[in-house]
Structures are given as structure tokens and as C-alpha cells.
């Protein structure tokens, strides 16, 4: 048995991905160029935009292995990449092109930005209230993640075998 396979189904992960990695990044170079530690708010509290260079990993948590996250970025990378053409569900190309933007988003800050290579400071500028600021790579990151629980409360398989 085999999957099915359609070339033109992967490019659904690889413009997702591209995009939202695109998008990540130059909001995030705005950001910087824009905002500092001090909340500026767009919508009063509701919507502010706060910089925070973040070491850690989501809502802060673990700042001393940033390594560690970097590293575990590149195997959720290199896992996406392996088993991309075995994709045939709609909603799992989705969920994958969401998951490789954001990771990328974020990897590349930690491979770019000050401390140093696979050190850096991932910049998250966004802030809703009784939430941890966060960007671009974590709403697609978030996102990809709803989008998984879904599909596996569907019992939606990412591969559908042909007999």
C-alpha cells in the first residue's frame, strides 16, 4: 500500500511556510525598528505592543536552554521536510506549513540575533492582556497546534493509504 501522492498538495506547506516565515520576520524587524520595553497601546489595554527579547521558550519559561530549543527546532524541521510528500490530508499540509513557518520564525532569531549562533533572543512584541507577549511565529505555532487536535479529534489520518 502507498500513500497518495500529489506534488502540487505539498506546495500548500511550502507557501504556508514561506509566508508566514516572511510575515514573522518583518514584523518582527518593524517591531524593532518601532516599539520598546514600554507598552504602546493600539486598542487601549486590550491590544499593546511591547518589545521583549525572549531567551526562552513560550510564555518565557526555560531562558537558560536556548540551545536545547534550538536544536529541537532543527528536528522538527528536518522531520517536516522527511515526511512532507507522504502528506495527503488538506488540513495536515496546513497544520505542517504552519508548524515549519513558525519554527523557522523563531529559529532563525535564535540562529541570527544577539547572544550568538543558535543563542539568540527570539523578539516577540505582541500583548493581550493576562497573556505573555508573543509574534507572528507563535500564532502560527499556536495555530498549526488547535489545528493538529482537530484533526486527530476527526480521526483525520495525515496519510491516506491506497490499496
Known amino acids: 500500500m502507498r500513500p497518495q501522492f500529489s506534488p502540487g498538495k505539498t506546495r500548500t506547506i511550502w507557501l504556508t511556510a514561506w509566508t508566514i516565515w516572511l510575515f514573522d520576520y518583518v514584523t518582527k524587524t518593524w517591531a524593532l525598528s518601532n516599539f520598546s520595553s514600554d507598552p504602546q497601546p493600539v486598542i487601549g489595554t486590550l491590544l499593546q505592543f511591547t518589545l521583549l527579547k525572549n531567551s526562552g521558550a513560550a510564555f518565557s519559561l526555560a531562558s537558560g536552554f536556548t540551545l536545547i530549543f534550538s536544536l529541537l527546532a532543527v528536528a522538527v524541521i528536518a522531520t517536516i521536510v522527511r515526511y512532507a510528500a507522504r502528506i495527503?490530508?488538506?488540513?495536515?499540509?496546513t497544520c505542517a506549513g504552519l508548524l515549519l513557518g513558525g519554527v523557522l520564525g523563531n529559529l532563525t532569531d535564535r540562529i541570527f540575533r544577539e547572544p550568538g549562533f543558535f543563542l539568540g533572543h527570539v523578539i516577540d512584541w505582541i500583548q493581550i492582556p493576562n497573556w505573555p507577549i508573543f509574534n507572528i511565529a507563535d500564532?502560527?505555532?499556536?495555530?498549526?497546534a488547535l489545528l493538529a487536535f482537530i484533526q486527530t479529534m476527526r480521526s483525520v489520518p495525515p496519510i491516506t493509504q491506497v490499496q
Open 139 to 144: 500564532i502560527a505555532i499556536s495555530t498549526a
Open 88 to 93: 495527503t490530508s488538506r488540513g495536515w499540509l
